[in-house]
């Protein structure tokens, strides 16, 4: 049986902030994870050491998302990583024809499927591990629902009503 920890995933995005928070949930799942700034350093990685999946940005300087799948679909061998495209362009301009280009020409292996930014870290988990055939323990997801439910209630949260939550914790 597949196991996160014997897995690397890749990351791909130019935000460091966005890497760094993708690089997490993987991370508290259990993967390996490298990362990577555009499709170039992503490249370069990849012949290096090629991973077991790839997240990656659709809208990059350098070589974007796009440009970086049809080089790999042109290598027999890495055509055959899974790849998640995970952006905040698949409705704009910037990315929309370049994503349905992608899902029609099945360029994509594995799921052929992408998520929209921002996304929650059970959902982005959950994703990776179906693709690579890894069940979820229903720990795994109890812990990982309960995060994005706590993420959501903090963002709309008042200053009191943090401090009281995290008094409540602390008393525990």
Do not use: C, W
Not at 96 to 110: F, H, N, Q, R
């Amino acid at each position: 049986m597949a196991r996160a920890e014997d897995m690397t995933v890749l990351v791909v995005d130019d935000e460091p902030n966005v890497r760094l928070f993708l690089q997490t949930a993987l991370e508290d799942a259990g993967f390996s994870v490298v990362t990577a700034a555009d499709g170039d350093e992503a490249l370069e990685m990849i012949k290096a050491r090629k991973p077991d999946f790839i997240s990656t940005d659709l809208v990059m300087p350098n070589r974007s998302g796009p440009r970086l799948l049809y080089e790999l679909k042109r290598d027999k061998a890495l055509s055959r990583i899974p790849v998640l495209i995970v952006t905040a362009h698949a409705k704009t301009d910037m990315g929309k024809t370049d994503l349905e280009d992608i899902m029609a020409d099945s360029v994509m292996s594995g799921l052929g499927i992408y998520l929209e930014k921002p996304v929650k870290p059970a959902a982005y988990v959950r994703h990776v591990k179906e693709a690579l055939g890894i069940d979820l323990t229903e720990n795994e997801t109890d812990r990982m629902d309960l995060r994005d439910e706590l993420q959501e209630r903090m963002r709309n949260a008042s200053s009191d009503e943090i401090r009281r939550a995290l008094d409540a914790l602390k008393r525990e």
